[in-house]
């Protein structure tokens, strides 16, 4: 359900906005000028790892606009999922139910390697620092052992003696009855030298215990760590005259004020990805596509979703790694170890593999000068004259061509008896091939045919690859925008402020008291209207979408089905699982009875529309496409070389047609057409291809 209503207008804020995302190797920064008719300043910095406050004010910097003139940043940050990945976290501690301590190592009973009987998982918060205490609620929510207030007071005196920043009250039953850990908190807030304290209720409220506790200690884990570095660039932006609020994206796709976001520091876990298919679901609407596989290709992995009438899908069920469960709502992206920086090499089989090991930033891939010996796809891509030598970026000691195809001869064709420009190929279709697999994930493998969507590439390296992929796997179109290489830091700009909430239900849709189950939704919508009217810019409208996580009585799989309105019945819960069931799996079922397990609501503050009309200046554009044509150069296609225009795609006429085979270059990206490929561009500056025959 899509509820719309207006709010008050907004006011001037937001005039100029900036929009920066900070990846491994670049900052990216999109800026627009809303007073100067929607003038548009990019800038692509190093990230500086160590602190990247000084790579986002040193991107803000290089636009040569004045940073105490901006209206509004917005900021997807790579903070806490790096410090996730890397287990780079806070110290804390946790004060659970006696007796349960070890739910959150002993997870699912699953495997770290499915098929295999070794393997290792390290959790969030050691064994020594997950502290019990007597109490216990059942799962009705009726109190069977009161809370111990004795003990808890005991464990966190323990707990801060033992030099923990954060603290986990986890307590079984929580959904259901919240009072413990609510009386624990307030006991915990009295000696608790900080504010570090996370509610596994208060962040998640439903049921199963494992997923629950390890979002509730991921958020703990990595709170000091965000608010460290939002303070941190909170100085920088005001020591350069920036007083205003800035706004941090979420995992969800939506923005929430730099002031509360510590608050729920799970929820920005992916925040970079997000922003990428958020501006991938705005600019594909603006262009008429509203079905979309959304395809970002960086350097070191691709990460892929799915856009249904221009809604992202967004999932409550992300497992980042192996018993890494973070369940609270996000984007859903699929990521494979497939990216520009992908190592190449053979294995004792005799057969080529790609990944997951990658020469990332420093060496990086050969062609970089940085060091770098083993092949790469981004290598590949040079060796069969995708990429041009002079144009790539950060290279610091150019090496030639003959180079990087010797060494794909010694590494790879040797064992395999290609020649170097051969195994260049192979390597560059094996890339194409797994990266088909990880769009077949979002797509065939949940029930849609990638038949009915248009590819949207983007990424430094995703338009390379996109024509390849999208005839591989039948799309008809490719969609490229106008900035593939900061797509990421338009969707900052883009967004919109969003809050999302969940609540365990858990009971069969027969015996379902359908007044509770309003009033859930009713407290959901009004608790998100009061965060939104928190926040320092105000929307053009709230729109507020309402849906149920589903299951037949016995499974253990879950389905999201839309709620056509906050106020629906039993009735119709049944009829509406069943028809997403059946879309799901092709099978009815109407004997078997729905459980419903959460309810979940999304309200999203809508804020006004941007244009992207002038994100390539249109004063830069040729009238002709001889004009806009760089070279002409040999390349390799399907096993053989074609010689293909090159053209300068900032310079292209809106009105130009290219056939395949060419190669489109700009500052931050180069697109690729096969043979057979028809490109054209709309008002926005997006190039849509017709994918040709192979």
């Known amino acids: 359900m899509k509820e719309n209503f207006s709010v008050q207008p907004p006011d001037s804020l937001g005039s100029v906005v900036a929009g920066i995302d900070v990846g491994g190797t670049f900052t990216d920064l999109l800026l627009i000028d809303g007073r100067d008719g929607g003038r548009v300043h990019i800038a692509k910095t190093p990230t500086t790892v160590d602190n990247q406050a000084f790579g986002v004010v040193s991107a803000l910097g290089a636009t040569g606009f004045p940073i105490d003139g901006i209206d509004l940043i917005v900021h997807g940050t790579t903070t806490t999922t790096n410090a996730v990945l890397e287990r780079r976290l806070a110290k804390t501690g946790m004060i659970t139910t006696r007796g349960f301590r070890d739910v959150i190592e002993l997870g699912r009973r699953t495997r770290p390697q499915a098929y295999g009987m070794t393997g290792s998982f390290v959790p969030i918060i050691p064994r020594n620092l997950r502290l019990e205490v007597s109490e216990r609620i059942e799962a009705s929510g009726t109190v069977r052992t009161p809370l111990d207030e004795a003990e808890m007071r005991d464990a966190v005196k323990a707990l801060i003696e033992a030099g923990c920043e954060s603290l986990v009250i986890h307590f079984l039953h929580s959904y259901a009855n919240p009072a413990h850990e609510r009386r624990a908190a307030e006991i915990a807030a009295e000696l608790w030298p900080n504010g570090y304290i996370t509610s596994g209720h208060a962040l998640l409220s439903e049921a199963r215990e494992f997923e629950r506790g390890v979002t509730a200690s991921v958020n703990a884990s990595v709170q000091p760590i965000l608010e460290r570095y939002v303070e941190r660039l909170?100085?920088?932006?005001?020591?350069?005259?920036?007083?205003?609020?800035?706004?941090?994206?979420?995992?969800?796709?939506?923005?929430?004020?730099?002031?509360?976001?510590?608050?729920?520091?799970?929820?920005?876990?992916?925040?970079?990805?997000?922003?990428?298919?958020?501006?991938?679901?705005?600019?594909?609407?603006?262009?008429?596509?509203?079905?979309?596989?959304?395809?970002?290709?960086?350097?070191?992995?691709?990460?892929?979703?799915?856009?249904?009438?221009?809604?992202?899908?967004?999932?409550?069920?992300?497992?980042?790694?192996?018993?890494?469960?973070?369940?609270?709502?996000?984007?859903?992206?699929?990521?494979?170890?497939?990216?520009?920086?992908?190592?190449?090499?053979?294995?004792?089989?005799?057969?080529?593999?790609?990944?997951?090991?990658?020469?990332?930033?420093?060496?990086?891939?050969?062609?970089?000068?940085?060091?770098?010996?083993?092949?790469?796809?981004?290598?590949?891509?040079?060796?069969?004259?995708?990429?041009?030598?002079?144009k790539l970026l950060a290279v610091e000691n150019p090496v030639t061509v003959e180079r990087v195809t010797g060494i794909f001869e010694e590494k790879i064709g040797k064992a395999t008896g290609l020649s170097g420009v051969e195994a260049a190929g192979a390597v560059l279709r094996l890339g194409?091939?797994?990266?088909?697999?990880?769009?077949?994930?979002?797509?065939?493998?949940?029930?849609?045919?990638?038949?009915?969507?248009?590819?949207?590439?983007?990424?430094?390296?995703?338009?390379?690859?996109?024509?390849?992929?999208?005839?591989?796997l039948g799309l008809p179109k490719v969609l490229v925008p106008a900035r593939p290489g900061i797509t990421n830091a338009l969707g900052c700009v883009v967004a919109d402020l969003r809050h999302d909430f969940v609540n365990t239900v858990n009971q069969p849709v027969a015996v379902l008291n359908e007044t509770q189950l309003q009033a859930v939704l009713e407290r959901h919508r009004n608790e998100g209207e009061e965060l939104i009217g928190k926040e320092a810019v105000k929307p053009e409208t709230i729109h507020v979408t309402h849906s149920a996580d589903m299951q037949f009585v016995g499974q253990t799989h879950i389905i999201n089905v839309p709620l056509p309105s906050s106020s629906v019945t039993r009735h119709e819960l049944q009829s509406l699982f069943e028809k997403a069931y059946f879309a799901r799996f092709k099978v009815e079922l109407p004997e078997i009875r729905a459980n419903l397990v959460n309810l979940n609501t999304s309200v999203t503050g809508v804020r006004p529309a941007i244009d992207l009309s002038r994100l390539i200046d249109p004063a830069g554009r040729a009238k002709t496409l001889d004009e806009a044509r760089r070279e002409i150069r040999p390349v390799w296609y399907g096993g053989r070389w074609h010689d293909t225009p090159v053209y300068a795609r900032e310079k292209l006429p809106l009105d130009a047609v290219i056939e395949g085979p060419a190669i489109l270059e700009q500052m931050d990206a180069t697109t690729v057409l096969e043979p057979g490929d028809r490109a054209r561009w709309d008002a926005d500056g997006n190039i849509i291809i017709d994918i040709g025959e192979a």
């Not at 769009?439 to 390849?468: K, Q």
């Open 234 to 390: 909170r100085e920088e932006l005001g020591a350069k005259g920036y007083a205003r609020d800035f706004l941090i994206m979420n995992g969800n796709g939506g923005m929430i004020s730099a002031r509360f976001v510590t608050r729920e520091s799970a929820k920005t876990v992916m925040s970079g990805p997000a922003s990428g298919v958020i501006a991938a679901a705005y600019t594909g609407k603006r262009a008429g596509y509203e079905n979309l596989v959304t395809y970002d290709m960086g350097g070191t992995s691709t990460d892929v979703a799915l856009i249904r009438n221009a809604e992202p899908a967004v999932s409550n069920e992300i497992e980042i790694e192996y018993a890494m469960p973070i369940h609270v709502p996000m984007v859903a992206v699929h990521t494979v170890g497939a990216g520009g920086g992908s190592i190449a090499r053979v294995d004792a089989a005799g057969l080529i593999q790609i990944g997951p090991e990658s020469a990332g930033a420093n060496p990086g891939p050969i062609c970089y000068g940085r060091g770098g010996l083993e092949p790469t796809i981004t290598d590949a891509n040079l060796v069969l004259g995708r990429l041009a030598p002079k």
């Open 432 to 472: 194409n091939m797994k990266m088909a697999g990880a769009i077949r994930m979002v797509s065939v493998s949940r029930g849609h045919d990638p038949r009915d969507f248009a590819l949207f590439a983007f990424g430094g390296a995703g338009p390379l690859h996109a024509t390849a992929l999208a005839r591989e």
